[in-house]
């Protein structure tokens, strides 16, 4: 019997987990949700029956959860992860806590499996689970030497304070999560600033890129943006090869590939857009053309709905993958 706990259920992730292990019709006998006090008694259709949140406790901790999807928050994980794993559990866990534990999994189910050298799994950054799946196949076909990200990141990422605020906007109110107006706007600033310039979200995407792709010396550069749009994040890429393909050479290895979509057809103007991605569970690519300016480099653009594949639907991914496993 396989017994699931979901942390967070009322979030905006995940609350689309749920959807998602209804939709998949994932192998699981028992699901407990799980939040914070103030949802406590909620109730929340799933697959025919009513299910009750519960209030996340240490004591829920002992029970005897085959595998916890968290999405609780950094802190949440922090604390509850470890104790959930001293049980027997499997944690797959969507904040930022474990990511760059050297010891901790850091898994996208196309590009990499997991060890289990513990029984805690992230997930990872929205923005690089959707660069680090097409990076994968032009790796295996061309070699990387160099990657440099500027991303276009929807207010979705932010959970519903994101959404929330771009809708104040409209509505001529201040923001309360951002520190400036994201309707009508842009800001070149996602998370906190570190003393280098960078933000922690830049910086997430250069480590976990590396990392996932276990090519810890790959130079890796990021500018991450927020932009006015509800949902998916777009990406553009500037990919240094080791090897010279033409780029009919580079658009023919994303065909046929599961996971990927390969919309790139300039003359019709066909090319990925947020409304593309959304409410869809591929990484959309496109764009893609020679840079002249350096030896062996290309401009692809990433698309992905960042709240699918970049944070639930990957998490369920790691749970179908464990349990086949």
Known sequence: MTK????GATGLVGSTILKLLEEKKVAIDVLVLFASARSKGMEIPFAGETLIVRELTEAATKEDFDYVLMSGGGEISKHYSPLFEENGAIVIDNSSAWRMDPEIDLIVPEVNQPTLNRKIIANPNCSTIQSVSPLKIL????????VAY????????SGWAGIEDMERGERGEEPLNYPYPIYNNVLPHIDDFLADGYTKEEQKMIDETRKILNKPDLPVTATCVRVPVKSSHAIAMNVTFEESP???EVRAVFKDKKGI?????PEHLE??????????DDVYV?????????????????????????AA?????????LIQR
Not at 4 to 7: G, Q, R, S
Not at 139 to 146: C, H, I, M, Q, W
Not at 291 to 299: A, C, F, V
Request: glycine letters at 6%; aromatic letters at 6%.
């Open 4 to 7: 699931v706990a979901v942390i």
């Open 139 to 146: 790796e295996d076909a061309f070699g990387l030497k160099r």
């Open 150 to 157: 500027t991303t276009y990141q929807s207010v979705s990422g």
């Open 246 to 248: 033409s780029v009919e």
């Open 261 to 265: 979509v390969l919309k790139d057809d």
């Open 271 to 280: 090319y990925p857009t947020p409304l593309d991605a959304a409410g869809n």
């Open 286 to 310: 496109g764009r893609i053309r020679k840079d002249d300016s350096l030896e062996n480099t290309y401009h692809i653009w990433s698309v992905s709905d960042n709240i699918l594949k970049g």
């Open 313 to 321: 639907l990957n998490a369920v991914q790691i749970l179908e993958q």
